[in-house]
């Protein structure tokens, strides 16, 4: 079964632009969580989808948003990007209300904004 | 909402002595307690999770310890060895609201 993947794996932004980033959960996974993660603050939940519907959502301002689609692939967008904004950004699956409720990380995207 | 503390962030252990990482939650309704192990440059791997019906859960030379009266959780890894370095993060979830709860992360070192 191919794992979590993300897409794409580095980015290089300015100031003020935007960015997509991109994850395919493991096969048969329908919750996608992402989460940002940063030397001094560890792993910091963003938001959660399941079923197309954000589930839970993290304390980050509105410039981070995200969506998912019918087949449970997510997109995580970020507007007007700052220079705080300059990390690896990590998405997970599991399989939500199964009884094996382990939660699998992708490669994530190392993001640098300049 | 859940709060999860992890100490010490950071541990330095001979090869071969053990390495004990603990972590405490504060909502009662978590139920799911997943270790994660990061080596740089690479994605966090689950290697053992525990959930709140049991008390201790082992896998080779880790373990983990669960005590729910007093809301905290432990990884003991024994018999260290050098690859064994990484940072480690614990967390909380309840299978319900599905979100995870991570502690800041343990950076352990094993010296040769």
């Known amino acids: 079964k191919a794992g979590v993947t993300q897409t794409p794996r580095y980015l290089i932004k300015t100031r003020g632009q935007q960015v997509t980033l991109s994850c395919s959960p493991i096969?048969?996974?329908?919750?996608v969580s992402w989460y940002q993660q940063t030397p001094g603050q560890g792993l910091q939940f963003l938001f959660e989808?399941?079923?197309?519907?954000?589930?839970n959502k993290g304390n980050f301002p509105g410039r981070f948003s995200g969506r998912q689609f019918s087949n449970s692939r997510s997109e995580m967008n970020v507007s007007t990007l700052e220079l705080g904004d300059s990390a690896l950004y990590l998405c997970?699956?599991?399989?939500?209300?199964?009884?094996?409720?382990?939660?699998?990380f992708g490669p994530g995207t190392r993001l640098t904004v300049l | 909402g859940e709060n999860v503390e992890q100490h010490p962030s950071t541990l330095s252990v001979q090869e071969g002595d053990s390495a004990v990482i603990k972590c405490t939650y504060s909502?009662?309704?978590?139920?799911?307690f997943p270790w994660y192990k990061q080596e740089l440059g690479k994605r966090p791997q689950l290697i053992i999770d525990?959930?709140?019906?049991?008390g201790e859960k082992k896998d080779q030379r880790i373990a983990v310890t669960l005590n729910k009266t007093a809301k905290h959780f432990s990884l003991h890894i024994t018999e260290t060895q050098p690859e064994d370095s990484a940072v480690y993060f614990c967390?909380?979830?309840?299978?319900?609201?599905?979100?995870?709860?991570f502690g800041t992360g343990t950076s352990l070192t094993v010296i040769p």
């Open positions: 997970a699956s599991n399989n939500r209300g199964g009884f094996n409720n382990e939660q699998f």
């Open positions: 096969s048969g996974h329908r919750s």
């Open positions: 989808y399941f079923s197309e519907t954000q589930r």
């Open positions: 909502d009662s309704a978590s139920n799911y």
């Open positions: 525990i959930r709140s019906n049991v």
């Open positions: 967390a909380a979830s309840s299978i319900t609201g599905n979100q995870f709860y």
